[in-house]
């Protein structure tokens, strides 16, 4: 069965300090792996997809990490705006996504 | 501007009743799914379709039901055999065989029984 872990489930930060978040993935073949950022009560906005290990995307302060057994979402110099839930999925074999249970990010000014 | 619609934003249900959660798209996706999000979980899947006329029931499939007449719509409902339906529920599409792109998901539903 795949399996996303994600850690830690809450990160406090000051504004500017840097971190990085956590997705641990047990799948079959994977076919890709999945960054979102979620604010309260909205649907999760897509962020990055990743394919193999050893790839690295970058979007303002957050650069995505890929190996074969993990993930990392990089937030560098973080702003109160980049305060959210961060969600992992993986998908393997099938069309569906597996998802984690999210890191949730609260960044102090 | 192309997304998905869900409506109504708020929902709430008597015991016993069913109730229906809409999902619109305009991005010409051809797959489509609905999650339920519960403090603490994770997403996890209810239903999805790939092609109108054909869906397959995900990991908490019981207690719900969906149709895919057509290719920009997806209802579910919620039936009054689903014992514990408060919770948050987001609908996604994607291009069929290309998750790899990610999902679109809506803004969600938030169900609650009263």
């Known amino acids: 069965e795949d399996q996303v872990t994600q850690s830690p489930e809450a990160l406090r930060l000051q504004e500017g300090e840097s971190s990085s978040l956590n997705c641990s993935y047990t799948v079959s073949g994977l076919r890709g792996l999945f960054w979102y950022r979620q604010d309260p009560g909205k649907g999760p906005e897509f962020l990055f997809t990743?394919?193999?290990a050893g790839e690295e995307k970058e979007k303002e302060r957050l650069k995505a990490t890929l190996t074969k057994k993990e993930s990392f979402l990089h937030i560098t110099a973080p702003k109160p705006e980049d305060s959210a839930t961060y969600l992992c999925a993986v998908q393997a074999g099938s069309e569906k996504l597996v998802f984690g249970k999210g890191t949730k990010l609260t960044v102090n000014p | 501007d192309g997304g998905i619609t869900q409506s109504p934003k708020y929902l709430f249900r008597k015991e016993g009743q069913n109730v229906t959660l809409s999902c619109e798209q305009n991005l010409n996706h051809d797959a489509m799914y609905w999650y339920r999000q519960d403090p603490g979980q994770g997403l996890r899947l209810i239903y999805y379709?790939?092609?109108?006329?054909?869906?397959q029931k995900g990991d908490i499939a019981e207690g719900y039901s969906v149709s895919r007449e057509k290719k920009e719509s997806f209802p579910l409902t919620v039936t009054s055999a689903q014992k514990n339906p408060t919770a948050f529920y987001l609908c996604?599409?994607?291009?069929?065989?290309?998750?790899?792109?990610?999902?679109?998901f809506g803004s969600g539903t938030r169900l609650t029984v009263v």
């Open positions: 379709s790939q092609i109108v006329n054909d869906f």
């Open positions: 990743l394919y193999s």
């Open positions: 996604a599409s994607s291009i069929r065989g290309g998750a790899n792109y990610g999902y679109t």
